[in-house]
């Protein structure tokens, strides 16, 4: 059985054709990173004409690289939440017509659920249960995992999710777009004792939340004062930034860990799966890892090509198939997070 699979929920374009031994037989990722950039972060409505663009392209790439045609798609699988929602209906409407052209059925994906399964690609079924921690440009959850698709919410961030506040910090000590992994990459060089920044609600071990804009207003009134937004005009030494982006990582960095522990201990489960964008970060997998041994915890962080938005993990739609789950054609976006 070949699904074709699409994810269109952010600014990424891709596709891709898994068969149910869950090989990858294809794959595109088209990065709108380009036209974003001079915006400091995504712009919705550019991301879904990008979309448009790009989508009959990339299909048609995939499945080149997949030497498959389109009749040979068994599926056609879409992740239609959460999202911005003019992104996620080009890829909706993209599903929609290949479903009903070569009439097969339609599988919806939940992004969230697809950033976890990509744990499960690489490394097998006995990732569940487990606790999930999805640390992206627009969330910041903490799940109970108990299978691929059981999903109860933990907790979440309550205003920024750490990708956004990596972007914002990044863009404010004048690191280029996308800011997480630049920002990343200058804090090899810091100190991150330089500045002393807050660990907001680490010390609340029965809230399982997590906070960044505070954090972010504190590296701001370290740079400019309060009230103040005037980046541009800084003249920021090369050590200053450093020493602020390791502070700032570290800051986020041990939310993420002590967050993720504290959900560990409040469920009883052994087992931690990590996706999303954020689970590219070096210091964060190292961080974790070191934990995990601590604490003997089972630890799986999604590979670093399934970190950010792909449409392999879409391949969480061949658990639905098997589950018998298929989606009508009347399916539509869920824009917001589902607190399953
Ligand atoms: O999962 P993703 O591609 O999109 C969303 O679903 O949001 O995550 C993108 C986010 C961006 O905020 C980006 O700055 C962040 O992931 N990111 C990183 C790193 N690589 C990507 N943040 C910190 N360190 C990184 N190495
Ligand atoms: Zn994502």
Redesign the pocket.
């Known amino acids: 059985m070949n699904v074709l699979t699409l994810e269109t929920?952010?600014d990424?374009t891709s596709a891709a054709v898994v068969n149910d031994r869950l090989e990858v037989l294809g794959t595109v990722v088209a990065s709108q990173d380009e036209l974003h950039r001079r915006f400091g972060g995504v712009v919705p409505e550019i991301a879904s004409r990008a979309h448009l663009e790009r989508m009959l392209p990339v299909l048609d790439e995939t499945l080149r690289r997949a030497g498959l045609a389109l009749g040979d798609l068994d599926a056609v699988a879409v992740a239609h939440t959460p999202?911005l929602a003019g992104s996620l209906l080009v890829g909706l409407v993209a599903a929609k017509t290949l479903a009903m052209a070569l009439d097969v059925p339609l599988v919806a994906v939940n992004?969230l659920q697809a950033?976890i399964y990509a744990c499960r690609l690489a490394a097998g079924p006995e990732v569940f249960p487990c606790v999930g921690l999805i640390v992206?440009?627009?969330?910041t959850n903490l799940y109970r995992c108990l299978g691929p698709l059981d999903f109860t919410l933990l907790g979440a961030t309550i205003d920024d999710?750490?990708?956004?506040a990596?972007?914002k910090v990044?863009s404010m000590l004048g690191l280029p777009y996308?800011?997480?992994?630049s920002?990343?990459r200058a804090a090899v060089q810091g100190d991150p004792n330089a500045y002393r920044l807050p660990r907001p609600m680490l010390d609340e071990p029965d809230r399982l939340d997590f906070s960044f804009s505070g954090l972010k207003t504190a590296v701001r009134y370290l740079l400019v004062g309060p009230g103040r937004h005037d980046f541009e005009q800084l003249e920021l030494s090369p050590k200053k930034v450093a020493d602020l982006a390791a502070a700032f990582q570290e800051a986020v960095v041990d939310c993420l860990v002590g967050k993720a522990f504290q959900a560990l201990a409040a469920t009883g489960l052994r087992t931690l799966c990590v996706g999303?964008?954020?689970a590219?970060?070096?210091r964060?997998r190292q961080r974790l890892a070191e934990r995990a041994g601590d604490e003997s915890v089972a630890l799986y962080v999604a590979p670093m090509e399934l970190?950010?938005?792909n449409a392999v993990m879409g391949a969480i739609a061949l658990e639905r198939i098997r589950a018998g789950q298929f989606a009508p054609l009347t399916l539509d976006v869920k824009p917001g997070v589902v607190r399953a």
Request: glycine content about 24%; hydrophobic content about 25%; overall charge negative.
């Open positions: 929920t952010c990424e999202g992004h950033h992206s440009g627009g969330h999710a750490a990708g956004e990596f972007d990044a996308p800011g997480g992994p920002l990343s999303g964008g954020v590219a970060n070096a964060l970190c950010t938005d």
